[in-house]
């Protein structure tokens, strides 16, 4: 099994238009799997995660249907199968 | 709905890079300066503070740093004016771990002496300077001012904590100046090893201290090649000349209508020669009296005269931003602004008189100018 993360349409060209990308379920937190699709490509989690390895302010994280920042942020433990969506938050003017 | 220049401009065109908040536009004419042709939204969306030109060492290289409100920022590069952007897929520029600081926006991109042709300064916010020594690719952060003792005190204004200036000093390459918002004027002598503010005589009006060794807001500083120990400084209230490289500064708001605002820039071909356009207060960032004017000195500040043949005089509420303003270096000199409700003015003559290129871009953040060199 896996855990499936899916980009949003704006961060698929740095992943080489996947939308959709495994990593292992030894993961086991949200930040697990983001270093591991940081390993993959580079590029999305740049734009995910600041220098300091923060999820960005307008960024929104999802593990099933609940956004991280009200779990236990980069912390919030992913399960096998679980689904992590990457999305954009509502912002802007 | 974006567009592209449809051919390469020629030697002797002018290029105006104008960012905006909702992207960057690319506008050029030939030299006469009459016929503008628009092309843009490069970067739709994305607020654009930074944008240069470079074209030492036979490039066509336009930089710009976009932000996006989602995605954070980066330097993005065009060898074709435009038709295509390429740049490195990882955020080029991009604080160390260590630092404990990350990039919220790039605020100046400045392409170094030509006899440095692949180096390039860039201002960013958090307040920092980078080096790129290949031409904008890759950079690295300044470690003499990133890890500057001052840098606790610092405190940001209502941009940000950002740094957005760099001036250098065309007979010293060792020797640049920055500003930061609020953190004042630094200069450098050893090549970006060492800062010392140079605020003497600059107020604080903001402090309980009026004067402090640096805390200012500087909101920009220019020179001139030919002689670029003389600075002159438009301050958050202030307006100030400096003869020895920022280490005294001089009250020179003679005659204006305020001496608060955020543009200023030099003639390209006259050091006593610079331009700024007024603002009515820092509460209400408007053009004196709602009339639309640039502001010239032609004695280094001694005097000043208002420039408003060709702009509006009558409920003009508009307000130019720190980088909104520049010339060209043809020998009639071109000056162009841009205003904060997205109108773009320009003179080619030296400010006697102005017209309008485009009146309904997005709120114009900085406008830089350049000729373009013969290949």
Not at chain 2, 10 to 34: C, E, H, N, W, Y
Not at chain 2, 86 to 109: D, H, K, M, N, Y
Not at chain 2, 184 to 197: A, N
Request: hydrophobic share 35%.
């Amino acid at each position: 099994m896996a855990i499936s993360i899916i980009l949003p349409s704006a961060l698929t060209r740095y992943a080489r238009g996947t939308g959709e990308v495994s990593v292992d379920a030894s993961c086991t937190t949200v930040a697990g799997a983001l270093a591991e699709l940081a390993a993959r490509w580079p590029a999305v989690t740049d734009r995910v995660l600041t220098e300091q390895g923060e999820l960005r302010r307008h960024v929104n994280v999802f593990v099933g249907d609940e956004s991280i920042r009200f779990m236990d942020g980069l912390s919030t433990r992913v399960d096998d199968g679980a689904t992590i969506t990457i999305v954009p938050a509502v912002s802007g003017g | 709905m974006s567009t592209s220049r449809t051919a390469p401009p020629a030697p002797g065109d002018v290029l105006l890079l104008v960012g905006t908040t909702k992207g960057a536009f690319i506008i050029s004419s030939d030299a006469s300066r009459q016929r503008w042709e628009v092309a843009g939204p490069h970067f739709p969306g994305e607020a654009v503070y930074a944008i240069a030109y470079d074209q030492r060492a036979g490039r066509t290289r336009t930089l710009v740093g976009a932000q996006s409100n989602h995605w954070g920022s980066t330097i993005r590069l065009s060898d074709d004016f435009g038709q295509t952007w390429t740049g490195p897929e990882r955020q080029a520029v991009r604080f160390p771990e260590s630092s404990g600081l990350s990039l919220a926006q790039v605020w100046q991109i400045t392409p170094a002496l030509d006899d440095e042709p692949d180096v390039l300064w860039c201002g960013v916010e958090p307040a920092a300077l980078f080096r790129s020594g290949d031409a904008g690719e890759s950079w690295e952060p300044v470690k003499g001012l990133l890890e500057h003792a001052h840098r606790p005190k610092w405190m940001p204004g209502g941009g940000g904590l950002c740094l957005h200036t760099i001036v250098l000093d065309a007979t010293e390459p060792r020797r640049m100046g920055i500003a930061i918002s609020t953190a004042g004027f630094y200069r450098t002598d050893d090549d970006g090893e060492s800062w010392t503010p140079r605020n003497s005589g600059v107020r604080a009006v903001f402090l309980p201290d009026k004067m402090p060794e640096f805390g200012q807001c500087v909101h920009k500083v220019v020179n001139h090649p030919s002689r670029p120990e003389r600075l002159f400084l438009q301050n958050h209230w202030g307006l100030y000349r400096s003869d020895d490289w920022g280490d005294s500064w001089q009250d020179i708001a003679n005659g204006v209508p305020s001496d608060f605002g955020f543009a200023i820039q030099m003639h390209p071909h006259d050091p006593d020669t610079a331009y700024i356009v007024p603002l009515q207060s820092d509460e209400f960032r408007i053009v004196p009296d709602a009339k639309l004017r640039v502001y010239r000195t032609r004695d280094a500040g001694a005097s000043w005269e208002p420039l408003g043949n060709g702009l509006p005089q009558e409920q003009a509420f508009e307000s130019v931003l720190r980088d909104a303003l520049t010339t060209d270096t043809h020998a009639s000199a071109g000056v162009y602004f841009g205003t904060r409700s997205g109108k773009l003015y320009a003179s080619s003559d030296a400010g006697e008189s102005w017209t309008s290129i485009i009146e309904t871009l997005p709120p114009i953040c900085c406008v830089k100018a350049a000729v373009v060199r013969p290949s």
